[in-house]
């Protein structure tokens, strides 16, 4: 087993990472840099979808969101243990590419409480993994994610993240929960 700490100072487009990760390392042939990478990709996604909406409108943020899915998450695998921030029941989980994209997009008569997280005006993401956790073609995250909007305002989730590395060598997301931090009631 190999502990590493891993501090980056990535900032590449609407995306970036931020402070020191603890990764462990079971073996295997994902590295750190590949997990970043696919977080930073799933970051710069959710503005692209949020400019491509504002821009082009529902049909071109659509497309873009599906190709998106397609390329970033593991619906090809099987389902994907996906428990979006704001999805209730009874459509809590979305373990197929239409109900993700619906989260994302909405527009969905079959998932119609949707509104569209990724049409939320989101200008930047910043990934803080609290740690990395890797072993053969899995690979675990947790942290938080802080997505910033047109008008400045921040919110930040508890994000977990599991990929599988599929038979391209390509790392798709398997697993993603995310949820709105625990708010202790005032006394």
Do not use: C
């Amino acid at each position: 087993m190999k502990k590493i700490l891993l501090g980056t100072a990535l900032g590449l487009g609407a995306a970036s990472l931020a402070q020191a990760t603890e990764v462990t390392h079971l073996g295997g042939d994902i590295t750190p840099e590949q997990v970043k990478q696919a977080q930073q990709a799933w970051g710069e996604a959710l503005v692209a979808i949020a400019t491509t909406y504002e821009n082009d409108g529902i049909d071109a943020a659509r497309e873009l969101a599906s190709t998106i899915i397609d390329e970033a998450y593991g619906y090809e695998m099987g389902p994907v243990l996906f428990k979006p921030t704001l999805a209730s029941e009874p459509q809590t989980f979305r373990t197929t590419a239409d109900g993700a994209l619906a989260y994302f997009v909405g527009h969905s008569d079959e998932f119609a409480e949707d509104s569209g997280f990724a049409l939320k005006g989101w200008q930047a993401v910043e990934i803080d993994n609290a740690a990395i956790f890797i072993s053969g073609d899995t690979a675990l995250t947790m942290g938080h994610v802080a997505m910033t909007d047109s008008d400045g305002n921040v919110t930040t989730v508890d994000k977990t993240w599991g990929y599988q590395l599929d038979d391209e060598g390509n790392l798709r997301i398997v697993l993603h929960h995310s949820s709105l931090p625990y708010q202790q009631e005032e006394s």
